[in-house]
């Protein structure tokens, strides 16, 4: 049988040896570390995802279109969360779908007899299925135009253009506190709440979306950072998603002298501010244009503090906080 990998090359060379789109290029890697864990572990039976997963490749050849990308993308963020909580030693159950919404999986912790739930959503671009057409229509034009300078008799043809996931929702110059506000849409929009009337762990796929800083320091309100050898203050991205607050002062490092390091006044409340119960906290997926880095957790520990502590150690090491700022000792500082 060929592999997930085997599919998504052939896509490429349908497409003249290059991926369609960048967003479907991102999806690369997490493919092949599928691809190799199912080699490692025969034995397990992967089926209700690989299924979906061999449906959906074969969906985007045919037609490729943004309705399939993203739903391709979200069964591979669900496998690819499995697979990282089974090398954690964390054997999740995949739940059986249903008319009424559930999460996705759950685990029976035998030191305390209780189950955890876990909900994962892969973030979408700005505009969803409509700018993932867009960015295809695009890179065909861009093809278009490299073809037309090899027929002018160029040797070497080239073309430049910019992909933003987030579209024109990044204000200028106020790039960073805008995509805090972004972010917590995108969290508020895709949250159901019917999904959480256990205890649950809402999962962040980061795949289709860049975030500017991917260190573990993102996860404490504030942090010292040195960016071109002057040492700024920074707030945290994924803190202040989570636990920001209306009118919280939001810093990022200045490109050059006078310009103001205070990008604004948050507008919007955390995600975790809001009253969610059930909702043990948020685990994030980080990746780096395809590559995945790991995962990071955020928890107010309101609900049962001692098996989310147990579930983020697990899956995150020390890279977790709270809203109290607790284990920001060990979150690192760093160069930006």
């Given amino acids: 049988m060929k592999s997930l990998s085997d599919y998504f090359y052939d896509i490429c060379n349908s497409y003249n040896d290059t991926a369609p789109n ?19 572990n025969p034995k397990l039976d992967l089926s209700w995802s690989t299924n979906k997963l061999y449906k959906g490749l074969k969906e985007i050849k045919k037609k490729y279109t943004g309705v399939d990308i993203n739903q391709f993308v979200q069964n591979l963020g669900e496998l690819h969360f499995w697979i990282e909580c089974f090398n954690s030693g964390l054997e999740l159950e995949r739940l059986s779908e249903r008319s009424t919404a559930t999460p996705d999986f759950k685990i029976r912790l035998e030191k305390c007899d209780k189950e955890v739930f876990f909900e994962v959503k892969t973030f979408s671009i700005v505009d ?3 700018g993932i057409n867009r960015e295809t229509e695009n890179s065909l034009n861009d093809r278009i135009k490299l073809e037309e300078q090899i027929n002018r008799g ?13 579209g024109d929702k990044l204000t200028r110059d106020k790039e960073f506190i805008s995509l805090i506000h972004i972010l917590i849409d995108k969290f508020e929009n895709n949250f159901k709440s019917n999904q959480f009337n256990k205890p649950t762990f809402y999962v ?3 795949l289709l979306n860049e975030i500017p800083r991917i260190h573990n320091a993102i996860l404490r309100p504030y942090y010292s950072l040195n960016y071109r050898n002057i040492n700024m203050i920074e707030t945290g991205l994924l803190w202040a998603m989570a636990f920001g607050t209306n009118e919280m002062l939001v810093l990022y490092p200045t490109e050059f002298e006078g310009k103001p390091a205070i990008q604004g006044i948050l507008q919007k409340q955390g995600v ?9 906290g948020i685990i994030f997926m980080i990746y780096s244009f395809g590559d995945y880095k790991g995962m990071f957790g955020l928890s107010d520990f309101k609900e049962n503090r001692e098996i989310s502590e147990y579930i983020l150690n697990k899956l995150t090491g020390n890279n977790w906080n709270d809203n109290l700022d607790s284990n920001g000792w060990q979150l690192q500082k760093t160069r930006a």
């Fill in 154 to 166: 160029k040797r070497i043809a080239s073309t430049i253009r910019c992909s933003n996931q987030y």
């Fill in 22 to 40: 960048n967003y479907f290029n991102f999806t690369k890697n997490t493919i092949e570390i599928i691809d190799k864990f199912i080699i490692e």
């Fill in 204 to 206: 962040v796929n980061f």
């Fill in 128 to 130: 969803g299925e409509y």
């Fill in 272 to 280: 975790l501010m809001e009253n969610k119960p059930n909702v043990l």
